[in-house]
């Protein structure tokens, strides 16, 4: 999923898991995912968004992929990107189905107009 935002938008793409959160200082808006695990973001995105440089005034979009109940997901990482100084301005979800080829068009579509806005 982050692949085809990041290529639909020509933003570049950093796999949490091997990237820096000091990365994130180069940028004005910060697009966040992760896959949904325990109701909650999977413990790397979360360890992640905690390890995040404070700052002011820049946004986020969250996204994330789940198998049937994304629970608590949207809510824990807003709350840790507002300590951080973001504001979350979309939160957007993708229900994956056992094969079926994934299709990304419909949160790719709301973060466009959220760009765009
Ligand atoms: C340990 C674990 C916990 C999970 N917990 C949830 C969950 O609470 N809710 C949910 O909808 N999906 C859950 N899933 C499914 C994942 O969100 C899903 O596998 C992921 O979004 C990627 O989709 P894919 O496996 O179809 O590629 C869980 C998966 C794993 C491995």
Do not use: H
Request: proline share 5%.
């Amino acid at each position: 999923m982050a692949e085809a935002i990041a290529e639909a938008i020509k933003a570049p793409v950093f796999a949490i898991t091997s990237s820096e959160p000091s990365a994130v200082e180069d940028f004005d808006l910060l697009i966040v995912g992760t896959p949904v695990e325990g109701f909650n973001p999977a413990k790397e995105t979360t360890a992640f968004v905690e390890r995040l440089p404070k700052t002011e005034g820049k946004k986020a979009i969250i996204f994330c992929t789940c198998a049937l109940w994304k629970g608590r997901t949207f809510g824990t990482l807003k709350n840790k990107l507002s300590s951080k100084g973001y504001e979350t301005i979309l939160s957007t979800s993708k229900k994956m189905k056992k094969d079926t080829p994934a299709d990304f068009s419909e949160s790719i579509n709301q973060i466009q107009k959220a760009i765009e806005k």
